[in-house]
């Protein structure tokens, strides 16, 4: 249930989407989940996708958006209208900076590989293995020739053949470290780093997208699973970490909710509409 004393002035609901709204690679709204949204949309509050995955994938769930119209994906570098079909605001990293970025990685992670996001899709260099299925004409080849538009995350790969968790920290410590202060390194899969421009997050681009549409802090109602949600949570006024999610998440949120497989974001907002609707009687 919602936070005790949350004010009912103006609210909004931040969400990550796989492993929270969403079961992971879902391109489909469960239906309960996806009501709990329209009656939200009907109420005047604004539900906003924050998610690391790309513009592309996004197409399925623009339905589900709502009136006001944002989201916010590529882990914070890109918000996105999508009733207009259109980019708010864009970070991303240029080919200089990323080309060291990576050579230093490459230094403490000689088994790294790498893939470019970009808004028109990827570039991968030639190790890289994408699980995903990549448009025929994908570039490919070393990172010095395939860079050649603004990478909105920078995607870090290591041989994780036969890994044991304390390897994947190990890997993702060592990103960090390599990479310093000229990006901001997180995760959200294990064995995968993914690189953003320096300060931005998830949380960089809510607050934006926030102080445009009057909305405080204490207002914001945040859900997420994995530590690319981190900064979200940390920032919102109320935060919820899912039932399953990373230790790190459940140890920064305030509250749990139920988990993905029981559309546990949707029970937790359709209590919150509850009381907003009982507060305004």
């Known amino acids: 249930m ?3 004393g949350l004010r009912v002035v103006r609210v909004l609901i931040a969400t990550d989407l796989d492993g929270t709204l969403v079961p992971d690679g879902a391109t489909t709204v469960p239906s ?3 009501q709990v949204l329209r009656r939200a949309d009907d109420a005047g509050v604004p539900v906003v996708f924050v998610t690391a995955r790309p513009l592309r994938w996004m197409d399925p769930l623009w339905p589900h958006v709502g009136r006001h119209g944002r989201a916010i994906v590529s882990n914070g570098a890109v918000t996105y209208d999508a009733g207009a079909r259109e980019v708010v605001h864009l970070a991303g990293i240029d080919a200089e900076t990323g080309l060291a970025i990576a050579a230093a990685v490459t230094e403490a992670v000689p088994s790294a590989s ?8 990827m570039r991968l260099d030639p190790t890289f293995d994408e699980p995903h299925p990549t448009p025929p004409g994908t570039p490919r080849g070393p990172l010095d020739r395939v860079w050649d538009a603004t990478a909105l995350k920078v995607l870090v790969r290591y041989d994780d053949r036969s890994p044991s968790p304390g390897d994947h920290t190990a890997f993702h410590d060592a990103v960090e470290e390599a990479v310093g202060d000229r990006a901001t390194v ?10 953003s421009a320096v300060g931005v997050t998830k949380a960089s681009a809510l607050t934006r997208l926030c102080e445009r549409m009057g909305v405080v802090p204490a207002d914001v109602v945040a859900f997420g699973d994995m530590p690319n949600d981190l900064a979200m949570l940390s920032w919102a006024g109320t935060s919820y970490a899912m039932a399953d999610a990373h230790p790190s998440v459940v140890e920064v949120a305030d509250h749990l909710a139920p988990p993905c497989a029981d559309e546990g974001v949707a029970q937790v907002v359709a209590g919150l509409l509850d009381q907003v609707s009982g507060a305004v009687r």
């Open 2 to 4: 919602p936070a005790e």
């Open 32 to 34: 309960y989940t996806a």
């Open 114 to 121: 790498f893939a470019l996001e970009c808004l028109d899709g």
């Open 186 to 195: 997180t995760w959200s899969v294990a064995g995968l780093a993914e690189i």
